[in-house]
Nanobody, 119 residues
Framework: QVQLVESGGGLVQAGGSLRLSCAASRRTVTMGWLRQAPGKEREFVAAISWSSGSTSYADSVKGRFTISRDNAKNTVYLQMNSLKPEDTAVYYC???????????????WGQGTQVTVSS
């Protein structure tokens, strides 16, 4: 079993930045972030390989979001810049034993953290 603890959500104005963190109790193969807005399906945001650091991003966040990892801390980050109101959602950290980073197939989920972007 892998426990994931997220932090860093909040309220920010459009154009602002937030950084999400996800601390894992142990490393798997890949980690990622997904989000779910009210009334919408959960969607992939970004993923990263623990070993190689290879990354993938949804088209809607490319150039604005950056996923990174700190192997020493078993922690993955999502730096979100130039935030838009449409980025408002609950963001979930996910861990996978699979090697695919597009798409990531989660085996474990965090509890979710709310990100709200005001216009």
């Amino acid at each position: 079993q892998v426990q994931l603890v997220e932090s860093g959500g909040g309220l920010v104005q459009a154009g602002g930045s937030l950084r999400l963190s996800c601390a894992a109790s142990r490393r798997t193969v890949t980690m990622g972030w997904l989000r779910q807005a009210p009334g919408k399906e959960r969607e992939f945001v970004a993923a990263i390989s623990w070993s190689s650091g290879s990354t993938s991003y949804a088209d809607s966040v490319k150039g604005r979001f950056t996923i990174s990892r700190d192997n020493a801390k078993n922690t993955v980050y999502l730096q979100m810049n130039s935030l838009k109101p449409e980025d408002t959602a609950v963001y979930y950290c996910a861990a996978s034993w699979g090697y695919n980073i597009w798409p990531i197939v989660p085996n474990y989920w965090g509890q979710g953290t709310q990100v709200t972007v005001s216009s």
